[in-house]
Structure formats: structure tokens, C-alpha cells
């Protein structure tokens, strides 16, 4: 690990100039489970660390509001994931966050830095001797034709296919949900599915974020479609691994018949995607097996299979088939 | 904490010589198993690191050093974290319990810990200590009502020798008998 100084504000504003003032090696840590890890295999070299545990302000959240939910940004996974109201109400996206990680790191981990998580790439956390264009710009991509099994199916590039890892992100797309920041230059406010590039020629670019800027909260607008949702996510193993296929899908439905429908992939793009084409196949329709898992297929028309990852595409559409008949099971009469 | 966080703050120092970095070092204060301890170190060591290297407490395991393990699992103001994924100065002016603190003063074995050798919950013991102090977390979160459930919030701590069942049985076991410890 490189050298690095280490400073704790004790405001927000403090913070952000802290990481403006201090030059383009300056980072952010939350909880630091991925920045620390990262900087341990030199993938990360900051040279100043700015730690932002002292921000206490940045980690409350309120799920009781009737215009939308509100999240800070350094609020615990698990404490956010067993919040009464939203296991209620938000079913997808507590699922999204207990269904992530252990719950060790869950403890540790934040909200706002959860949307940042960095890709699980072998390649791209190995380093030297493979090549990866989002470790080292202009590289190569080692996946392309390599070990690709967890690799994305949609979104990727001639230049990466690492996926999104995230599972939080996904459920939150689902939900139409807003990130506002904090820059040098002011509040901003992004939609959450404008946060998160696709690889395209610049893979080391992951985010419309600039390097001084900080997410501060998440807001999500309030929906009763929140209720028959649900965060379906299949791993290589039951529990604390991240996602082959994963699908957050919400219904609003009159009897049989679909009203509106919510659906997100993860563990198959290179950002949180949303799958518009496979909501629209659901408007209108009754919603039983054979029209689920057609909204599954659709939702990966676009699909490119690489080596060993095409199973992906046919997994992805039974993830998202069995999310819709789980969250149609839990519409309340 | 926040005295000690402005302390932090002073003693951070970081000079460039002719283009190499001198890194400084952070003093930070610790309460570790009740006992305030006070450390200079390089402010990368891991809250781990510290805990081995540095105040002999060697029951904390490095297993991944990537928090994929759950070997080194500690408490952090009550809670359980990853010491390997915390940077020892995150934990300046806050409260780490290890398992070298779960005994009563008296010696006496935490009811979790007489759980896994009545239950036999281990085969080489190098994951133990980080399955008994992420276990006593479970229990206390209110995690553990059920085999299912104690598997799915147990499911940080590898056991590469497979003595889950037995880890189960001991969670379950300990769980009713865990009062304030």
C-alpha cells in the first residue's frame, strides 16, 4: 500500500473542500470497504485520504415521509436494510441490501459509498501481468476472451465487460430514485441512472461524478408499487457472494392485469440497468408464467454472450420471471 | 472522541523528500476489551495489524486480509466489523471488543464459547475466534432464531474445515443462555 495522509473533518463543507484542496490524488473513504481493500492490492493509490465517519449529519435516514424516502449518504447498510418500514413497504430495497455482503461489512458499509462500489473483475483487481483498461487506461481487456463466466452480457464494450457489482444501486433504479451532491460549485441533484457509466472507451471513468464532488443523500419518490416488490438475486452459493443474475421488479396491478411494472437487472450489466422494454411487454398483459418469462426474455434482447458467460442471458430471464411471480405474490388485496 | 479525533489530526504528517513520500504516523486511543491504549503507527495499519503487531492480541486471525473471510471479526462499539477492512484510525475514541475480552474477569467462559467446544464447532480453530465473536453479534442483533436464519447472518465466516453444523448447534445452543456479557 502507498503512503498516503489521512485527515478527519468534521463537516460536510470541510470535506468536500478537503478533496478540491488536495489535488487529484484525494479521495473520499466511507466505510472503506472497498477503497481500503482496493488500495491494499494498489489499485487504489490516493495520497490523501479524506474520511468522512465524522459526518454524523450524513447518517440518519427517514423512511416515514409520504412525498419520498431519504437516505444519507453514510448511513449503515444494516441498519437501513432491517428498517421496519421499509422490509414493509420497500421490500426490494431492504432485500437489495441484506441479500449483499456479510453482515460484518454490512456494518461498516455505507449507503453513498455502496453506490460506488468498484467491479469485482479478477482481472481488474489482479493487476500485472493482465491487462485491464479501467486499472490502466489503454491496456487491454484480459476478460474479453478470458475468464469471463461473471462477466456482463449487457452494456459492455470492445474495451471492458467488468459488471456493476452492486445490488443497492439496482433496486434503487427500480425505484426512480435521485442522488444529491456536494461540490465546490454547489448542490446538485442526478437520477440515479444517470450516476453510472457504461465502459465505452473510457472504462476507468465509472461515473458522471466529478473527483470533488459528494453524494449527501439518496432520495427515492414514495409508490405503492414499493409493496410487491422484491430484490431476486442468484449466487453461486446461498448467501454472501455477489450476483450471477439478479432482478429488482415492482407491479402495480388491477386484478391479473399489469398497471405498471418496475424492472432492474444486476450481476449481468456493466452498471445498474434498468429494462424498460421488458416493463412495457408487461403493461397491459395478465401476468402468469408464460408472460413473465417473456418479459425476461425481452429484457435481454440486447444480450451479447462473451465465452463463458452466455449462460447468463438464459439465467437472467428466469431471474427476472421468478422475481415477477414472487412480487405478484405479495400484492395485497 | 473528538479530542482525540483533533489529536489525529496534529500528528498527521506527510513531507515529500525529493519525491519520495515520508509517511508520518497518527496517534490514536484506543479502548480495546475495556482497557484505553494508546498508539503511534502508520496510518495504513489495519485495525487488525494493530491489534496483532502491535498490542499482542493475536486471537483475531488474518485469514484474506480482503474482508472475504470474516476471521478477523471484532466488535467496533458493539457491533460486529472486519478489523482487516478498518483502518485502526477509523477506530480512534471508539470501543473494539475481541474474543481475548469475551471471558468473564473471573476466567469463566462466555456461554458461546462453552457452546462450540460442547458442539464441537471447530477442527483446526484458526476461524474460532472470529466465529465466535461474529456468532455472539448474531445472537444480539436478534439474528438467531432459527438454523436458516443463524445460517444466512453467519455466512461471513468461513469454516474451510466445514463445521457449520456444528457452528449452528452451538449458536442455537448459546443463544438462550447469553444474557448480558
Known amino acids: ?333 | 472522541m473528538h479530542d482525540l479525533d483533533q489529536d489525529v489530526q496534529a500528528s498527521v504528517l506527510s513531507v515529500a523528500v525529493e519525491g519520495r513520500d515520508v509517511e508520518g504516523s497518527v496517534t490514536l486511543g484506543v479502548t480495546v476489551n475495556g482497557r484505553v491504549r494508546r498508539l503511534t503507527i502508520d496510518p495504513r495499519t489495519s485495525l487488525l495489524d494493530a491489534l496483532r503487531d502491535h498490542l499482542g492480541l493475536t486471537g483475531a486471525k488474518k485469514g484474506c486480509d480482503h474482508g472475504q473471510c470474516g476471521a478477523c471479526t471484532v466488535h467496533l462499539d458493539g457491533r460486529r466489523v472486519v478489523s482487516c477492512l478498518t483502518m485502526a484510525v477509523q477506530a480512534n475514541g471508539r470501543a473494539v471488543r475481541t474474543i481475548e475480552g469475551l471471558a468473564g474477569v473471573d476466567g469463566g467462559l462466555h456461554p458461546m464459547q462453552q457452546a462450540f467446544i460442547d458442539h464441537d464447532a471447530m477442527q483446526c480453530g484458526y476461524c474460532t475466534p472470529g466465529q465466535i465473536m461474529a456468532a455472539v453479534a448474531c445472537v444480539r442483533e436478534g439474528h438467531a432464531a432459527s438454523a436458516s436464519e443463524i445460517r444466512e447472518y453467519m455466512s461471513g465466516n468461513l469454516c474451510r474445515c466445514g463445521a457449520y453444523v456444528g457452528i449452528v448447534a452451538a449458536v442455537q445452543d448459546a443463544a438462550p443462555r447469553m444474557r448480558e456479557d
Request: net charge positive; glycine share 10%.
Open chain 1, 1 to 333: 500500500m502507498r503512503p498516503f495522509t489521512y485527515t478527519k473533518p468534521h463537516t460536510v463543507a470541510a470535506a468536500v473542500r478537503a478533496v478540491a484542496d488536495g489535488g487529484s490524488g484525494t479521495r473520499f473513504m466511507a466505510g472503506g470497504t472497498t477503497l481500503y481493500d482496493l488500495m491494499k492490492l494498489n489499485v487504489e493509490m490516493p495520497t490523501t485520504v479524506v474520511d468522512l465517519t465524522g459526518l454524523r449529519d450524513l447518517a440518519t435516514f427517514d423512511t416515514s415521509g409520504s412525498q419520498e424516502l431519504m437516505f444519507g449518504a453514510l448511513a449503515p447498510m444494516s441498519d437501513v436494510a432491517a428498517d421496519p418500514r421499509l422490509v414493509r413497504d420497500y421490500p426490494a430495497l431492504s432485500e437489495s441490501l441484506w441479500r449483499a455482503a456479510s453482515q460484518q461489512l454490512r456494518n461498516m458499509a455505507t449507503l453513498g459509498g455502496n453506490l460506488l462500489q468498484r467491479t469485482r473483475c479478477a482481472y481488474f483487481r489482479g493487476g500485472e501481468p493482465y491487462a485491464c483498461n479501467k486499472r490502466t487506461p489503454g491496456s487491454g481487456c484480459a476478460a474479453i476472451g478470458g475468464l469471463d463466466r461473471g462477466h456482463a452480457v449487457l452494456g459492455g464494450s470492445t474495451s471492458c465487460i467488468a459488471v456493476y457489482p452492486g445490488d443497492w444501486s439496482v433496486a434503487l433504479v427500480a425505484f426512480d430514485a435521485q442522488v444529491d451532491t456536494l461540490s465546490p460549485r454547489g448542490e446538485r441533484t442526478i437520477p440515479l441512472e444517470s450516476l453510472h457509466r457504461e465502459p465505452g472507451d473510457t472504462p476507468h471513468i465509472e461515473t458522471t461524478l466529478a473527483p470533488d464532488e459528494l453524494i449527501v443523500r439518496i432520495r427515492v419518490p414514495a409508490t405503492p408499487l414499493g409493496r410487491a416488490s422484491t430484490y431476486h438475486k442468484i449466487r453461486d452459493r446461498e448467501s454472501y457472494a455477489f450476483a450471477l443474475a439478479s432482478a429488482a421488479v415492482a407491479l402495480h396491478m388491477d386484478g391479473e392485469t399489469v398497471r405498471e411494472a418496475r424492472v432492474a437487472l444486476g450481476g449481468v450489466a456493466t452498471r445498474p440497468w434498468r429494462a424498460r422494454s421488458a416493463e412495457r411487454a408487461l403493461v397491459g398483459r395478465s401476468l402468469n408464467a408464460a408472460t413473465a418469462r417473456a418479459a425476461g426474455d425481452e429484457a435481454f434482447v440486447d444480450a451479447r454472450a462473451g465465452r463463458d458467460n452466455g449462460f447468463k442471458i438464459e439465467l437472467g430471464a428466469r431471474t427476472v420471471a421468478d422475481a415477477l411471480m414472487i412480487a405478484k405474490g405479495r400484492i395485497r388485496a
